[in-house]
């Protein structure tokens, strides 16, 4: 079996979805390894590293002929020039990415039609048994720390107290909502710089993990018993709730100097958290950065990827942090990609053991046909019939 790695096409991509350092583990699964000329060379791996290692370096039509094809960003999640990809796939050929399925299930229906067998990297079930493999983990981590540097750049303060000769500094104040992932890391990276940090999250199991990051966590009053969903995400929430929401994050908004967001709900719109009145509240030089800008945004004047001042307040919308910082972040989802390979391959072959829940919740189309059943109701598509239940022994 041959697995080959594509060079990223999605505009200021730098990642690649495996490194040198994965090729041994991988090449003891039995397969041969191909990598597209110049795949690595954005995050700092050259052909020549990929070679020593025991892979060949090919071109994108070799790529794209092998077994299983490896990209960082698959059609969904690379909606404009993943699609010239899209007469290259096989039927019989798996491919593994990130396509955000939930988001564009119609880029889903396409890779479907064209009889490959899709793993949708976000699907990855919350599960223990699935945390070495979970990329938006990985990528979240990234973003959170990338967030804290990109907004200590724009605050004209430094972030730690300081005693000296011309007087006191006082340290910077940073507000983080949404504690999931990108949050925590952000605020472990602001406490680090010696900013006071809080943080907010609509999920109250979080306190402690807040508390242990160094931060104060804010509570509101608000009815949150329902805010989180059987995989520990958010779930969304009435306008009701959100309006309430709104006024009260308001008052401590106000009060910082930078504010970073980043509180999403899988496959929707993120949720508006910040007015353009409580914006308007803030200090002027206050900085938002706004990891949610991708579905809209949480604060109400974000446009993804570009750079808003309003009141003298700097609101930031960057979509891909991770990108940032090509080398670490490829090697965090290249070791995820590596240990999903090492659970699906067998024999030389990819195994589709739909009993297992790793297998079942990832792969999302297979043999001509969208199979998970969250994307179906998406596309308006009926459900597939049941399998038949093996008899017993």
């Known amino acids: ?22 090729i041994a583990p991988l090449l003891k699964l039995g397969v041969e390894i191909v990598i597209e000329a110049g795949a690595g060379v954005s995050a700092g791996f050259l052909d020549a590293h990929y070679t020593e290692k025991g892979a060949r370096i090919g071109d994108r039509n070799e790529v794209f002929a092998a077994d299983v094809v490896l990209q960082v960003r698959s ?5 404009g020039a993943g699609q010239a990809d899209l007469k290259s796939f096989r039927s019989g050929q798996t491919v593994i990415g990130m396509c955000d399925p939930l988001g564009e299930p119609k880029c889903v229906e396409q890779l ?5 067998s899709l793993f949708a990297l976000e699907m990855l079930p919350r599960i223990t048994r699935a945390q070495s493999m979970d990329v938006l983990s990985s990528m979240a981590t990234v973003a959170g720390y990338r967030a804290v540097l990109m907004g200590a750049m724009e605050l004209p303060k430094m972030f730690p107290l300081m005693m000296t000769a011309a007087g006191t500094l006082t340290a910077a104040k940073v507000f983080v909502i949404g504690a999931g992932v990108a949050g925590l890391q952000a605020l472990g990276t602001a406490r680090r710089l010696g900013a006071v940090v809080q943080a907010y999250d609509v999920r109250p199991a979080v ?13 509101l009053e608000l009815d949150t018993a329902s805010a989180e969903d059987r995989g520990g995400y958010a779930k969304e929430l009435g306008e009701e709730f959100y309006r309430k929401q709104r006024e009260l994050l308001a008052r401590v908004v106000a009060e910082s100097d930078v504010v970073i967001t980043t509180a999403a709900i899988p496959g929707k719109p993120s949720p508006r958290l910040i007015t353009a009145d409580a914006v308007r509240g803030m200090r002027p030089g206050s900085v938002i950065i706004d990891l949610a800008a991708e579905r ?3 604060c109400e004047l974000t446009q993804a990827d570009q750079r808003v ?11 891909n942090l991770a990108s940032e910082a090509p080398n670490h972040a490829s090697q965090m989802f290249s070791a995820n990609l590596t240990n999903l390979l ?11 053991d739909m009993q297992d829940e790793i297998t079942r919740d990832t792969v999302v189309a297979r043999g001509g046909e969208v ?13 597939l019939p049941a399998p038949e239940a093996k008899p017993q022994a």
């Open 296 to 298: 809209g945004g949480n």
């Open 371 to 383: 199979v998970n059943p969250r994307i179906r109701e998406l596309l308006g598509l009926a459900p």
């Open 207 to 219: 306190k402690e993990q807040v508390q242990s990051m160094g931060a104060r966590f804010v509570e």
């Open 342 to 352: 090492r659970h699906v391959v067998r024999d030389g072959a990819v195994q589709y």
């Open 75 to 79: 059609l969904g999640a690379n909606r």
């Open 1 to 22: 079996m041959r697995i080959a790695v594509a060079k990223e096409t999605y505009p200021g991509e730098r990642r690649v979805a495996l490194i040198p350092a994965s």
């Open 112 to 116: 479907a039609g064209t009889g490959v």
């Open 309 to 319: 001042v309003d009141s003298g307040v700097t609101i930031l919308g960057p979509t």
